[in-house]
């Protein structure tokens, strides 16, 4: 198992002291809220390609940098960012070639019964209103996504005035940013 790996590196890095170079708290030094995708090949190239230090914003991410919802788990993260933490500013960072623009909510539920998941248990869900094609779709272009996100930041009723809400986009093969909307 991979975890069985990752314990016995931990071992490792506790014992050599390895965190003394990462000590810092949990107000973030550049007051910012970053919310991306978990896309695997941003894990350090976003960081490294914005100056992202440990310590320096709080880190949100889902798949495909995507709210839709003004009280899901990522919108009352940034309010918990803001109130609590001291968060000045949002970003949002979606990224060309992102697999949720790809994703079908169909494909996604047949392989969900292939996996092994039964179909009446699929079907009861749906009775109790859960729609996996509002759960589960992505989005055709990653700049509308963006849009959609930063927009339900900005309009959030409980998000003060002075937050500034950002929207950008990321080449996952070169780091390059491109602004899609900025505040000032
Ligand atoms: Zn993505």
Known sequence: MRLDEMLEFNEQFVAGKEYEQYTTDSIPNKRMVVFTC?????VELLPKALNIQNGDVKMLKNAGAIIRKPFDSIAKSILVAVYALKAEEVTVIGHHDCGMSRIDPDALTEEMIEKGIKE??????????????????????????????????????????????HGLVIDP???KVDVVTRED
């Open 120 to 165: 009446d248990v699929i079907q009861n869900l749906k009775s109790a209103g859960i729609d996996f094609h509002q759960e589960f779709h992505g989005f055709e272009t990653v700049e509308e996504s963006v849009m959609q996100s930063v927009n339900i930041i900005r309009n959030h009723p409980l998000l003060p005035d002075y937050v500034k809400v």
């Open 38 to 42: 978990m896309e695997s090949r941003l």
């Open 173 to 175: 093969a070169t780091g």
